[in-house]
Protein backbone atom coordinates (compact mmCIF):
# COMPACT_ATOMS: atom_id res chain seq x y z
CA UNK A 1 0.00 0.00 0.00
CA UNK A 2 1.06 3.54 -0.49
CA UNK A 3 2.85 5.32 -0.07
CA UNK A 4 6.35 3.40 -1.36
CA UNK A 5 9.37 5.15 -1.43
CA UNK A 6 11.15 4.52 -4.95
CA UNK A 7 14.74 2.69 -4.92
CA UNK A 8 17.03 5.54 -5.86
CA UNK A 9 20.86 5.18 -7.67
CA UNK A 10 23.87 6.77 -7.04
CA UNK A 11 26.26 8.61 -9.99
CA UNK A 12 29.05 6.96 -12.01
CA UNK A 13 31.14 8.59 -14.28
CA UNK A 14 31.29 6.00 -16.61
CA UNK A 15 29.37 3.08 -17.80
CA UNK A 16 30.65 -0.05 -15.54
CA UNK A 17 30.72 -3.91 -17.68
CA UNK A 18 30.72 -5.81 -15.13
CA UNK A 19 29.34 -9.36 -15.94
CA UNK A 20 25.44 -10.09 -14.31
CA UNK A 21 24.38 -5.95 -14.82
CA UNK A 22 21.29 -4.96 -16.88
CA UNK A 23 21.05 -1.69 -18.54
CA UNK A 24 17.93 0.69 -19.21
CA UNK A 25 17.54 3.69 -20.37
CA UNK A 26 17.48 6.49 -18.01
CA UNK A 27 13.61 8.50 -18.76
CA UNK A 28 13.55 12.21 -18.49
CA UNK A 29 9.68 12.34 -16.18
CA UNK A 30 8.10 12.32 -13.58
CA UNK A 31 9.28 9.24 -11.25
CA UNK A 32 5.95 7.39 -9.98
CA UNK A 33 4.77 4.06 -8.27
CA UNK A 34 1.61 3.09 -9.67
CA UNK A 35 -0.76 1.08 -7.32
CA UNK A 36 -3.89 -0.85 -8.55
CA UNK A 37 -6.44 -2.23 -6.79
CA UNK A 38 -9.06 -3.24 -8.71
CA UNK A 39 -10.71 -0.30 -10.00
CA UNK A 40 -8.58 2.27 -7.43
CA UNK A 41 -5.60 2.99 -9.19
CA UNK A 42 -2.65 5.55 -7.44
CA UNK A 43 -0.19 7.39 -9.17
CA UNK A 44 2.80 8.16 -6.23
CA UNK A 45 5.98 11.06 -6.80
CA UNK A 46 9.21 9.81 -5.76
CA UNK A 47 8.26 13.02 -3.02
CA UNK A 48 5.03 11.02 -1.82
CA UNK A 49 3.01 13.60 -3.57
CA UNK A 50 -0.13 12.31 -5.53
CA UNK A 51 -0.32 12.73 -9.18
CA UNK A 52 -3.36 10.74 -9.45
CA UNK A 53 -5.93 14.15 -10.16
CA UNK A 54 -2.90 15.43 -13.02
CA UNK A 55 -2.66 12.42 -15.19
CA UNK A 56 -6.97 11.24 -15.62
CA UNK A 57 -5.79 9.66 -18.84
CA UNK A 58 -2.81 7.49 -17.33
CA UNK A 59 -5.32 6.39 -14.85
CA UNK A 60 -7.50 5.13 -17.86
CA UNK A 61 -4.36 3.59 -19.50
CA UNK A 62 -3.30 1.64 -16.91
CA UNK A 63 -6.67 0.50 -15.91
CA UNK A 64 -7.01 -0.84 -19.38
CA UNK A 65 -3.30 -2.58 -19.51
CA UNK A 66 -2.73 -3.75 -15.86
CA UNK A 67 -3.92 -6.82 -13.61
CA UNK A 68 -6.08 -5.86 -11.26
CA UNK A 69 -3.51 -6.16 -8.02
CA UNK A 70 -0.37 -4.82 -9.01
CA UNK A 71 2.36 -2.27 -7.78
CA UNK A 72 4.58 -0.79 -10.34
CA UNK A 73 7.53 1.34 -10.70
CA UNK A 74 8.63 3.50 -13.75
CA UNK A 75 8.27 6.77 -15.26
CA UNK A 76 5.51 9.70 -16.84
CA UNK A 77 6.60 11.25 -19.65
CA UNK A 78 5.12 13.51 -22.53
CA UNK A 79 6.38 12.43 -25.99
CA UNK A 80 6.70 14.93 -29.18
CA UNK A 81 7.73 14.49 -32.32
CA UNK A 82 11.18 16.49 -31.02
CA UNK A 83 11.29 13.65 -28.26
CA UNK A 84 10.63 13.82 -24.06
CA UNK A 85 8.87 17.21 -23.57
CA UNK A 86 9.76 17.67 -19.55
CA UNK A 87 8.70 21.30 -19.87
CA UNK A 88 5.09 20.57 -21.39
CA UNK A 89 4.83 17.74 -18.74
CA UNK A 90 5.23 20.31 -15.92
CA UNK A 91 2.96 22.42 -17.20
CA UNK A 92 0.23 19.46 -15.96
CA UNK A 93 0.47 19.88 -12.93
CA UNK A 94 -2.54 22.47 -12.55
CA UNK A 95 -4.42 23.25 -9.56
CA UNK A 96 -7.58 23.99 -11.98
CA UNK A 97 -9.37 20.37 -12.92
CA UNK A 98 -10.95 22.17 -16.22
CA UNK A 99 -7.38 22.73 -17.33
CA UNK A 100 -6.01 19.24 -16.27
CA UNK A 101 -8.93 17.82 -18.54
CA UNK A 102 -7.88 20.40 -21.40
CA UNK A 103 -4.40 18.98 -21.41
CA UNK A 104 -4.90 15.42 -21.27
CA UNK A 105 -6.77 15.48 -24.42
CA UNK A 106 -3.86 17.73 -26.01
CA UNK A 107 -0.76 16.52 -24.55
CA UNK A 108 -1.68 13.46 -23.38
CA UNK A 109 0.90 11.51 -20.98
CA UNK A 110 2.75 7.84 -21.19
CA UNK A 111 4.23 5.74 -18.31
CA UNK A 112 7.13 3.76 -19.46
CA UNK A 113 7.33 0.73 -16.33
CA UNK A 114 10.90 -0.37 -15.40
CA UNK A 115 10.15 -2.88 -11.93
CA UNK A 116 7.48 -4.22 -10.56
CA UNK A 117 6.74 -4.82 -6.70
CA UNK A 118 3.92 -6.76 -5.93
CA UNK A 119 1.24 -8.63 -8.15
CA UNK A 120 -1.60 -10.01 -6.61
CA UNK A 121 -0.80 -10.92 -2.81
CA UNK A 122 2.75 -11.42 -3.85
CA UNK A 123 5.40 -9.04 -2.49
CA UNK A 124 8.28 -9.20 -4.97
CA UNK A 125 10.59 -6.39 -3.58
CA UNK A 126 12.64 -9.56 -2.16
CA UNK A 127 12.84 -11.03 -5.42
CA UNK A 128 16.54 -10.72 -7.78
CA UNK A 129 15.95 -7.67 -10.53
CA UNK A 130 16.16 -10.50 -12.87
CA UNK A 131 13.00 -12.25 -11.63
CA UNK A 132 11.19 -9.12 -11.15
CA UNK A 133 11.90 -7.82 -14.55
CA UNK A 134 10.65 -11.52 -16.56
CA UNK A 135 7.33 -10.88 -14.59
CA UNK A 136 6.87 -7.88 -15.84
CA UNK A 137 7.41 -8.68 -19.28
CA UNK A 138 4.38 -11.16 -18.84
CA UNK A 139 2.44 -7.83 -18.12
CA UNK A 140 3.06 -6.05 -21.40
CA UNK A 141 2.08 -9.02 -24.04
CA UNK A 142 -0.39 -6.66 -25.70
CA UNK A 143 0.40 -3.38 -27.29
CA UNK A 144 -1.20 -0.40 -25.12
CA UNK A 145 -0.51 3.00 -26.75
CA UNK A 146 -0.04 4.98 -23.37
CA UNK A 147 1.96 2.21 -21.08
CA UNK A 148 4.82 1.04 -22.25
CA UNK A 149 7.78 -1.82 -21.32
CA UNK A 150 11.54 0.08 -21.00
CA UNK A 151 13.55 -1.46 -23.19
CA UNK A 152 16.49 -3.24 -21.59
CA UNK A 153 20.09 -5.03 -22.65
CA UNK A 154 22.68 -6.98 -20.78
CA UNK A 155 25.39 -5.71 -23.81
CA UNK A 156 27.35 -2.69 -22.18
CA UNK A 157 27.97 -2.19 -26.64
CA UNK A 158 24.23 -1.55 -26.48
CA UNK A 159 24.12 1.07 -23.52
CA UNK A 160 26.79 2.92 -24.95
CA UNK A 161 24.87 3.45 -27.90
CA UNK A 162 21.75 4.68 -26.19
CA UNK A 163 24.16 7.05 -24.24
CA UNK A 164 25.18 8.91 -27.63
CA UNK A 165 22.19 8.16 -29.79
CA UNK A 166 19.29 8.82 -27.81
CA UNK A 167 20.56 11.66 -25.95
CA UNK A 168 18.83 14.44 -28.58
CA UNK A 169 15.62 12.83 -27.65
CA UNK A 170 15.97 14.02 -23.69
CA UNK A 171 17.33 10.93 -22.41
CA UNK A 172 19.39 11.68 -18.89
CA UNK A 173 21.41 8.76 -19.66
CA UNK A 174 21.39 4.95 -19.20
CA UNK A 175 20.69 3.38 -15.30
CA UNK A 176 22.78 -0.03 -14.23
CA UNK A 177 20.92 -2.69 -12.01
CA UNK A 178 22.46 -5.63 -10.66
CA UNK A 179 20.75 -9.01 -11.80
CA UNK A 180 20.56 -10.23 -8.50
CA UNK A 181 19.43 -6.43 -6.92
CA UNK A 182 16.15 -6.55 -4.53
CA UNK A 183 14.08 -3.58 -4.56
CA UNK A 184 15.42 -1.61 -1.80
CA UNK A 185 13.13 1.26 -1.13
CA UNK A 186 14.98 4.50 -0.68
CA UNK A 187 18.55 2.89 -1.00
CA UNK A 188 20.68 4.14 -3.48
CA UNK A 189 21.36 0.85 -5.27
CA UNK A 190 21.50 1.34 -8.63
CA UNK A 191 23.74 3.28 -10.52
CA UNK A 192 23.17 6.04 -12.94
CA UNK A 193 25.52 7.08 -15.91
CA UNK A 194 24.02 10.85 -17.15
CA UNK A 195 25.55 13.48 -19.78
CA UNK A 196 27.98 16.35 -18.48
CA UNK A 197 29.39 19.11 -19.53
CA UNK A 198 30.79 22.56 -18.96
CA UNK A 199 29.87 26.03 -19.99
CA UNK A 200 31.28 29.31 -18.98
CA UNK A 201 27.76 31.03 -17.99
CA UNK A 202 27.33 35.17 -16.46
CA UNK A 203 26.72 35.22 -12.81
CA UNK A 204 23.33 37.59 -12.57
CA UNK A 205 22.72 36.89 -9.49
CA UNK A 206 22.18 34.34 -6.24
CA UNK A 207 19.46 33.19 -4.04
CA UNK A 208 20.34 32.46 0.07
CA UNK A 209 20.74 29.08 1.70
CA UNK A 210 17.12 27.94 3.29
CA UNK A 211 19.49 27.96 6.68
CA UNK A 212 19.82 32.02 6.04
CA UNK A 213 23.86 31.62 6.72
CA UNK A 214 25.37 31.67 3.12
CA UNK A 215 25.09 31.51 -0.21
CA UNK A 216 22.41 28.54 -1.97
CA UNK A 217 22.82 29.00 -4.98
CA UNK A 218 23.83 30.89 -8.11
CA UNK A 219 21.68 32.45 -10.97
CA UNK A 220 23.44 31.85 -14.21
CA UNK A 221 22.82 33.70 -17.69
CA UNK A 222 23.84 33.23 -21.29
CA UNK A 223 23.67 35.79 -24.23
CA UNK A 224 22.15 35.26 -27.32
CA UNK A 225 22.92 36.91 -30.52
CA UNK A 226 20.73 39.95 -29.79
CA UNK A 227 22.80 40.77 -26.71
CA UNK A 228 19.95 39.72 -24.28
CA UNK A 229 20.86 37.82 -21.59
CA UNK A 230 18.55 35.22 -20.40
CA UNK A 231 18.67 33.21 -17.79
CA UNK A 232 19.54 29.73 -18.32
CA UNK A 233 19.66 27.65 -14.72
CA UNK A 234 21.84 27.75 -11.45
CA UNK A 235 24.35 26.49 -9.83
CA UNK A 236 24.43 25.25 -6.39
CA UNK A 237 25.08 21.72 -4.21
CA UNK A 238 27.70 24.28 -1.99
CA UNK A 239 29.39 22.69 1.13
CA UNK A 240 28.77 24.88 4.44
CA UNK A 241 32.00 26.28 4.16
CA UNK A 242 31.52 27.38 1.04
CA UNK A 243 28.49 28.70 1.08
CA UNK A 244 30.09 31.29 3.34
CA UNK A 245 32.85 31.99 1.39
CA UNK A 246 30.67 32.74 -1.08
CA UNK A 247 28.98 35.52 1.26
CA UNK A 248 32.50 37.23 0.94
CA UNK A 249 33.51 37.05 -2.60
CA UNK A 250 29.84 37.83 -4.48
CA UNK A 251 30.10 40.97 -1.69
CA UNK A 252 31.63 43.55 -4.14
CA UNK A 253 29.16 42.93 -7.28
CA UNK A 254 26.05 43.57 -4.66
CA UNK A 255 26.74 47.43 -4.65
CA UNK A 256 24.91 49.24 -7.21
CA UNK A 257 23.53 46.05 -9.08
CA UNK A 258 20.19 46.87 -9.76
CA UNK A 259 21.27 50.07 -11.72
CA UNK A 260 21.85 48.86 -15.08
CA UNK A 261 20.82 45.03 -14.54
CA UNK A 262 19.09 43.08 -17.32
CA UNK A 263 16.32 41.49 -15.00
CA UNK A 264 15.65 44.02 -13.01
CA UNK A 265 12.53 44.27 -13.97
CA UNK A 266 12.23 40.86 -12.25
CA UNK A 267 13.43 41.61 -9.19
CA UNK A 268 10.69 42.97 -6.92
CA UNK A 269 8.19 40.65 -4.98
CA UNK A 270 4.92 41.68 -7.87
CA UNK A 271 6.98 40.28 -11.12
CA UNK A 272 8.45 37.64 -9.25
CA UNK A 273 4.75 36.05 -8.18
CA UNK A 274 3.57 36.67 -11.34
CA UNK A 275 6.67 34.77 -13.49
CA UNK A 276 5.42 31.67 -13.10
CA UNK A 277 8.50 29.78 -13.05
CA UNK A 278 9.87 31.26 -15.94
CA UNK A 279 11.87 33.96 -14.41
CA UNK A 280 14.71 33.92 -11.73
CA UNK A 281 11.95 34.83 -9.19
CA UNK A 282 9.37 32.92 -10.22
CA UNK A 283 7.52 30.14 -8.43
CA UNK A 284 6.37 26.93 -10.12
CA UNK A 285 3.94 24.63 -8.59
CA UNK A 286 6.90 21.63 -8.74
CA UNK A 287 8.97 23.72 -6.04
CA UNK A 288 6.11 23.22 -3.46
CA UNK A 289 5.91 27.28 -3.19
CA UNK A 290 9.20 27.65 -2.09
CA UNK A 291 10.73 30.84 -1.83
CA UNK A 292 12.67 31.63 -5.20
CA UNK A 293 13.37 35.63 -4.83
CA UNK A 294 16.17 36.52 -5.73
CA UNK A 295 19.33 38.53 -5.15
CA UNK A 296 21.11 40.79 -7.95
CA UNK A 297 24.47 40.66 -8.29
CA UNK A 298 26.41 43.18 -11.32
CA UNK A 299 26.79 41.36 -14.26
CA UNK A 300 30.24 41.42 -14.26
CA UNK A 301 31.58 37.85 -13.17
CA UNK A 302 32.06 34.24 -15.20
CA UNK A 303 31.20 30.85 -13.51
CA UNK A 304 32.71 27.77 -15.47
CA UNK A 305 29.94 25.25 -14.62
CA UNK A 306 29.38 21.37 -14.93
CA UNK A 307 25.71 20.52 -16.75
CA UNK A 308 24.24 17.64 -17.92
CA UNK A 309 21.73 19.02 -20.83
CA UNK A 310 19.96 21.66 -22.03
CA UNK A 311 16.01 22.17 -22.59
CA UNK A 312 14.12 25.17 -23.99
CA UNK A 313 17.16 27.04 -23.78
CA UNK A 314 17.51 26.24 -20.02
CA UNK A 315 19.89 23.69 -18.03
CA UNK A 316 17.75 20.67 -17.23
CA UNK A 317 18.79 20.31 -13.72
CA UNK A 318 20.49 22.60 -11.40
CA UNK A 319 24.53 22.75 -12.58
CA UNK A 320 27.69 22.73 -10.36
CA UNK A 321 30.59 25.25 -9.44
CA UNK A 322 33.53 24.41 -11.29
CA UNK A 323 35.44 27.65 -10.69
CA UNK A 324 35.22 31.41 -11.77
CA UNK A 325 36.87 32.33 -14.67
CA UNK A 326 38.34 36.18 -14.51
CA UNK A 327 39.74 35.35 -17.77
CA UNK A 328 36.77 35.62 -19.74
CA UNK A 329 34.39 38.35 -20.53
CA UNK A 330 31.02 38.14 -19.61
CA UNK A 331 30.45 39.29 -23.01
CA UNK A 332 31.71 36.07 -24.51
CA UNK A 333 29.15 33.77 -22.46
CA UNK A 334 27.05 33.11 -25.40
CA UNK A 335 24.63 29.73 -26.24
CA UNK A 336 27.02 29.23 -28.81
CA UNK A 337 28.98 27.22 -26.51
CA UNK A 338 26.40 24.33 -25.63
CA UNK A 339 26.67 21.48 -27.47
CA UNK A 340 24.09 20.71 -30.39
CA UNK A 341 22.97 17.31 -30.05
CA UNK A 342 20.82 16.22 -33.32
CA UNK A 343 17.04 14.48 -31.89
CA UNK A 344 16.31 10.92 -32.56
CA UNK A 345 13.67 9.23 -33.37
CA UNK A 346 12.00 7.14 -30.27
CA UNK A 347 10.39 4.63 -32.16
CA UNK A 348 14.41 3.30 -32.87
CA UNK A 349 15.30 2.19 -29.45
CA UNK A 350 11.91 0.29 -28.72
CA UNK A 351 12.75 -1.54 -32.46
CA UNK A 352 16.48 -2.49 -31.13
CA UNK A 353 14.81 -3.09 -27.42
CA UNK A 354 12.57 -5.80 -28.66
CA UNK A 355 15.19 -7.41 -30.49
CA UNK A 356 17.48 -7.21 -27.15
CA UNK A 357 15.43 -8.38 -24.46
CA UNK A 358 16.89 -11.02 -22.53
Known sequence: MPPVKPMLAKAAAELPDDPGLYYEPKWDGFRCIVFRDGADIELGSRNDRPLTRYFPELVAALAAALPDKCVLDGEIVIVSENGLEFDVLQQRLHPAASRVNKLAAETPASFIAFDLLALGDTDLTGEPFHERRRILETLFTRNHPSTHLTPISTDPQVAKDWFTRFEGAGFDGVMVKSKDLPYLQDKRVMIKVKHE?????????FRWHKDGKGIGSLLLGLYDDDGNLHHVGVASSFTAARRAQLVDELAPLREHALDNHPWRDWADAAAQAAADGKMPGGLSRWSGGKDLSWEPLRTELVAEVRYE?????????????VRFR????????TYAQLDEVAPAELADIFTSARQERP
Open 197 to 205: RTADCVVAG
Open 326 to 333: DDRTPESC
Open 309 to 321: HVMAGRFRHGGRL
